[in-house]
């Protein structure tokens, strides 16, 4: 088993939009003799793009696995790969994957360099201490400078980049590559489609700078360890290629260096080499530290190994709908191992599920397994009741391991069916998607009777739509997107509240004493303190209080959007000794929320977006200009390969038909991208006229 793991990797794409993910993925499959030929994005002919929506947009919207072997120094390794998007609206698809991967490439484009999708996946890779290697593609592109990616993955992304190729030429000059460990120089050969590829000398012109990366290579392998740096002093030469290897690979498992190669996908240049470097740099599951998670019996933690003697523990990373299989869940085995027809136990929901088929996932094609075994991604068919994220496990051993967190939608749309023999399959349609996509949630307007979708943004609802007619052959009518706006109180208030109920016989009764006020940034939902003294309140009332509280958060006072968060000190109260009870403290709690709520300064907070546009020098006045009509604050204005890239951070409510204005200023020659920043309380006047249009006069508070 352990001889089967060293030679296993899990491994993710990552990158910003269009640096050549999926074209990367399509050479890897090539290659390693998964495909026997290479299907292209442009043609929406790309295997990992199975979806018609990914086809025809030319993007990666869902992430999709496969796996593929890879032959090096006569050994053959298995890897598996989730290729994912780079769209910002689709970023639980990353988020979900590198929770679950144990090394990542971070594709960047050698043009555009570290651009905004980059930083954020950077980051989320970050948050799970995922080693990874960087590869810089598209070296054949106008403005390609490998040099200059490699300054910005330092600069801008904090990283400590390791040059291990170098490139021969640039742009319609790029030939090959020179491997900085091995000092050799690679040409490929097109007629081959670069399946082969061979050695070449080293050009004149480059020679001294190849000496240069080069010595700083073998130098910093040699700071790795004492017995290497004596070896260095004494003889440089003597540090051999497996010496340099083994130094920068522990330094990349140490997130402490980040191996850089280069290439180009789309002319077959450099995938070979970045197979080998998937090899020598990134770790096997049992290089990974041992999983932690908390048993819900004891409520102790405890740690899961890549061990197949260990007892079973996986962790469920994406859910999918198959219209003849049903519900397809994909799933991460830290430890021990799964047989199709096995019984094992969700532990978020202590329900029992038995697994019917075991299988290997190749983009949308299945391949049947009887086992699947620690170290692993694999997916299984059977689960009744199953949502991302969840643990898997055996039921003698229950363990509850760390859930993934998700952004909050921001965009939202009302939409309806157009036949009503659609109503109550829609509901169920929306509801599969749902369970699929953490991100996306649907709810019924309790005042309109509406159903209504949320996502990340436009695209993201645009797709739904576009899969509930494809997939679910469902047409629907659709109302304007909006914002997803939330509330919060700015002061701290002490309320008392008396809720009374008298009808003939039994009544109900309490009261409460509370102090309702902000709570601090880090913390999301209720912060509820208890500081109740002898017994004014029985303790099995303080729950319904809490729970109260919680529920009236979902409805604000000014337009009835939910809270992000709250914190309730409950000070004193009384209670009554036939009348009072759990309904009653229940009642009272929320009572006192929108009476409190109403004196301690609410306000409406909206989402501010991240925003990058890319255009050409001569409209980067009209858009800058137009960026301040819409709220705008630009935050940086820098030029790259004869494009101005303005970033700047503005409002999503100002950013509705932004495409159709920003292709009217810019001739269709601009581009832009935007993400998620954080909540922000509106403006004075902004926010009366979100009232106003909300329910269609001014609220005084």
Known sequence: MSAHLEYTRNIGIMAHIDAGKTTTTERILYYTGINHRIGEVHDGAATMDWMAQEQERGITITSAATTVFWKKSEQDYRINIIDTPGHVDFTVEVERSLRVLDGSIAIFCAVGGVEPQSETVWTQADRYKVPRICYVNKMDRAGADFFKV??????????????????????????????????????????????????????DEIKEEVKEY????????????????????NNAEA?????????????TLELRATPVLCGSSFKNKGVQLLLDAIVNYLPNPMEVPAIKGINPFTDKEEERRADENEPFAALAFKIATDPFVGRIAFFRVYSGQMEAGQQILNANTN??????????IHANKQKPLKVIGAGDIGAAIGFKQIRTGDTL??????????????????????????????????????????????TFTVNIDQETGQTIISGMGELHLDVILDRLFREFKIS????????????????????????KKQSGGRGKFAEIVVEIGPANDDV????????????????????????GFKSAMSNGVLLGFPLNNLK??????????????????????????????????PVIMEPIMKLEVVSPDEYLGDITADLNKRRGQVENVESKAGRQHVRAIVPLAEMFGYVTSLRTMSSGRANYSLEFSHYSVTPKEFMDNVIYKIKGYLVTV
């Open 239 to 251: 540090i051999s290629e497996e010496d340099i290897i083994k130094s920068l690979r522990k330094a």
């Open 150 to 203: 490699i300054t910005e993955i330092r600069e801008k992304l904090h990283a400590n980049p390791i040059p291990i190729q170098i490139p021969i030429g640039a742009e319609d000059d790029f030939e090959g590559i020179v491997d900085l460990i091995s000092n050799k120089a690679y040409n490929w050969d097109n007629s081959s489609l670069g399946m082969n590829y061979y050695e070449i000398p080293i050009p």
């Open 393 to 438: 496990c055996t039921p003698q051993n229950p363990i509850i391991l760390e859930t993934m967190k998700f952004p909050e939608p921001v965009i939202k749309m009302a939409v309806e069916p157009k036949t009503q023999d659609d109503v109550d399959k829609l509901q169920l349609s929306l509801e599969k998607m749902a369970e699929e996509d953490p």
């Open 524 to 547: 999301t939902g209720l912060e509820f303190i208890s500081e109740v003294r002898g017994g004014n309140i029985p303790k099995e009332f303080i729950p319904a209080v809490e729970k």
């Open 568 to 601: 309730v000190r409950l000070l004193d109260g009384s209670s009554h000794s036939v009348d009072s009870d759990a309904i009653a403290f229940e009642a009272a709690a929320a009572k006192a929320f929108r009476e409190a709520c109403k004196n301690a300064s």
């Open 476 to 499: 629907c009518n659709r109302g304007t997107p909006t914002v997803a706006y939330k509330e919060a109180i700015q002061t701290t208030v002490k309320h008392t509240e008396v809720y």
């Open 214 to 233: 080069r010595n700083k290579l073998i130098e910093g392998a040699a700071e790795e360890n004492e017995e290497l740096f004596e070896k260095y002093l």
């Open 351 to 360: 329900k029992k599920e038995r697994i019917m088929r075991l299988m290997q």
